[in-house]
């Protein structure tokens, strides 16, 4: 019975956050943004007509990509578009990832890498994070690799590398494709795009999920060299041509040119997170200093795991890794104000 099975590919899945399914919950585990979208995403959306939504969409989104070539200060070659970070990074182990050697990405990181890895069989290596919880530079250097890819700020400590460490990691790697994973970066860091017209081992990638309020609609992009990029589309193209939807590509444009609401909504999540870390530490937590949207934060007497099913108890949700290292740590999603008030109260009858 189930003879099949000896053909089949074994894999371990990605576990994402949980998505209740019931409201009145405060959802503080998924690093979604707490406001809408710009209004002129949603009038882009409404206008989407019945004779676009017939047709296959552009292959390349080629007006989005033109579109972010123009917010970004590249050209309209230098850019990937895909179905959310997920799809474009995916995409990027399966295209760059294949010379054997180990691929190396940090032993706490985004937990979809080893997921990939996996998945297309790639062999890898994590160096560990230091005792700060920080990417160490000396790793990724003189150390012989099929590729590397970290986010920055990493996921999920909050932490970012500091801008010469990273190019460091880059000119020391010339033969050798390094993924940067900005999925955060708008919160913080310290975006490495410009170094894409420098190193053409380069390649970034970032998301619509977090910093533009988006999450539901799965847009994602990469931008690097010309070279990479086409690499990039050639195996996209004989995987899935049609990827990123016509509704899709106008609402990301649509996004693009409200940059004064995009702005304004970045800057309410960093101070409330500024003001979270205040109220958490009164609290009897402990944290790295996190430049994303969100709090990687310890509790010195109570067990991460029995604050968390408490916190449930009392419908909000915050992401708990049941994993060595940093089981004693609940990633917390910075939300609105009122949120992160009602997060704080709830604590404080916990403790």
């Known amino acids: 019975m189930y003879g099949w099975k000896k053909n089949i590919r074994q894999v371990t899945p990605y576990v994402p956050g949980e998505q209740p399914r019931e409201g009145n919950i405060i959802k503080l585990n998924t ?27 552009d292959p390349d989104a080629l007006s989005l990509a033109k579109a972010l070539a123009g917010y970004h200060g590249v050209s309209s070659s230098n850019v990937f578009v895909g179905v959310g970070s997920d799809d474009v990074i995916g995409m990027s182990f399966l295209t760059f990832f294949n010379g054997g050697e180990k691929v190396l990405f940090p032993d706490i990181t985004y937990s979809f890498y080893d997921v990939w890895a996996g998945l297309f069989k790639v062999p890898y290596m994590t160096p560990e994070l230091d005792g700060d919880l920080r990417i160490c530079c000396s790793d990724y250097i003189n150390v012989k690799n099929g590729g590397i890819i970290f986010p ?25 494709v390094v993924i940067v994973d900005e999925a955060y970066v708008d919160f913080g860091g310290v975006s490495m795009i410009p170094l894409t017209k420098k190193y053409d081992n380069l390649l970034i990638t970032r998301t619509y999920s977090k910093s533009r309020s988006m999450a539901g609609m799965r847009i994602g992009y990469a931008i690097g060299d010309k070279e990479l990029i086409d690499t990039l589309k050639a195996v996209k193209n004989s995987y899935n041509s049609y990827t990123l939807s016509s509704v899709a590509i106008k609402a990301a444009i649509a996004s693009l040119e409200d940059d004064e609401y995009f702005k304004k909504c970045v800057k ?16 009897g937590f402990s944290f790295p200093d996190s430049k994303a949207n969100f709090i990687f934060a310890k509790h010195e007497k109570v067990p991460a795991g029995e604050i968390f099913q408490r916190l449930k108890e009392n419908k909000i949700l915050v992401r708990y890794f049941d994993r060595e290292k940093i089981n004693g740590h609940l990633r917390i999603t910075v939300g609105t104000d009122e949120e992160m008030d009602s997060l704080f109260s709830c604590l404080g009858r916990i403790l």
């Open 152 to 176: 920055n700020p990493n996921a999920p400590t909050g932490l970012d590398m500091d801008m010469r460490d990273m190019e460091e990691i880059i000119k020391s790697n010339p033969s050798s």
């Open 31 to 57: 690093n979604e943004n707490p406001y809408p979208p710009s209004g002129k995403v949603l009038e882009a959306i409404k206008g989407v007509d019945g004779e676009q939504m017939r047709k296959y969409p």
């Open 268 to 283: 309410k999540i960093t101070d409330t997170r500024e003001r979270s870390k205040t109220e958490l530490k009164k609290l």
